[in-house]
């Protein structure tokens, strides 16, 4: 007889999704004429760099003939995209990263969500309180946690609240654990941690002999000077963290698909006969037994966003959304609502007026103004009393939509 992993079972369903959908759904069969602008989208509307589709036509090129064929790559990745990567996002920056501490991935779900199997199921985790649910959801089917309770909160997993009261920078556990995941910037908050605040994480792992998986999907989104955009900006961190960087949001590449892992050798467990071991190695070992590397195509692709002309496209592309964020920000502020975000990340994160809950604000906004936005409450339980808008929509829909929160609303 064939068990099931009893795990999943204790997931909570897909629902903050499915529940968007079914109330515009049914939204829409009451007022069929309705126009709804969607800024709920975690996705992006614009095209590709022009320096990415050139660089993949002429490498789907190759592909036709025999001689400059490929067939399967390095599963690391290849070194002309490696190197890119190390020297542009690294090396120039003053942080020494080696080539084999960098691997090329599908995209960073993947990595977020795999590379909790190279930690022991007895580890204890910690999460920021909203965050990005693979996190969460991946220890939950690991077995790394208890059931979920009625409050919302999973047993035996240490949340870190994120609200308005500690400016989304989360204060460290009172005790011990083994793993912390940050976001930064965060989705959905769009808020940063200070270099300050990082220092004390940095030290905390240190001092626990605990690991930081560091999330920096919107780093290129970045636009004040002092908010790092790496973990390794901090010192010691290459000795306790893992960082995950993305091509998603930094250059379109959603449907496209390629992220990176960096993981330095000088980041350690204990195994069970007390030495120490590399996650590095550990990483490797997985990523070439179950994974067989991101297409060239695609790598060629996201390698030719590092030349000049592909850093001033991509710098355009990150513009164009943020500036529609700072429209919805202003537009949020003349309509009486308290925002954050939105400076350093494609996300604004409003507090709702009145203390309404998330799902009541996201039906007047549907109803009122046919706007739909993502309940904050879909992100963790602190989530509640917020609501979650994103700039990745198109100009013209944002304008539009703010013109209306503007004109219609008021608190
Ligand atoms: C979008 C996003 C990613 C990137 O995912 P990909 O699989 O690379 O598309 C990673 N982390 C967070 C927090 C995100 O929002």
Redesign the pocket.
Known sequence: MATINQNYQKLAGSYLFVEIARRVAAYKEAHPEADIIRLGI?DVTQPLPQVSIEAMHKAVDEMAKAETFRGYGPEQGYDFLIEAIRKHNYLDRGIDIASDEIFVS???????GNIQEIFGTDNTIAITDP??P?YLDTNVMAGRTGEKQENGYYKGVTYLPSTAENCFSPALPDGHVDIIYL?CP??PTGTTLSKAALTQWVDYAKKEDAVILF?A??AAYISEPDVPRSIYEIEGAKDVAIE?R????TAG??GT???YTVIPKTVTGKAADGSRVKFRDLWNRRHTTKFNGTAYIVQRGAAAIYTEEGQKQVHELVSYYMENARIIREGLKAAGITAYGGVNAPYIWLKTPNHMPSWDFFDLLLTKVNIVGTPGVGFGPCGEGYFRLTSFGDRENTLRAVDRIKNQLKF
Not at 106 to 112: A, H, L, N, R, V
Not at 246 to 249: D, E, M, Q, V, W
């Open positions: 975690g599908d995209g960073s779900k993947s990595d977020t965050v990005y693979v976001c965060n989705n999330d999907a919107y995950f993305s091509f998603s949001k590449f959603t698909r390629c992220g």
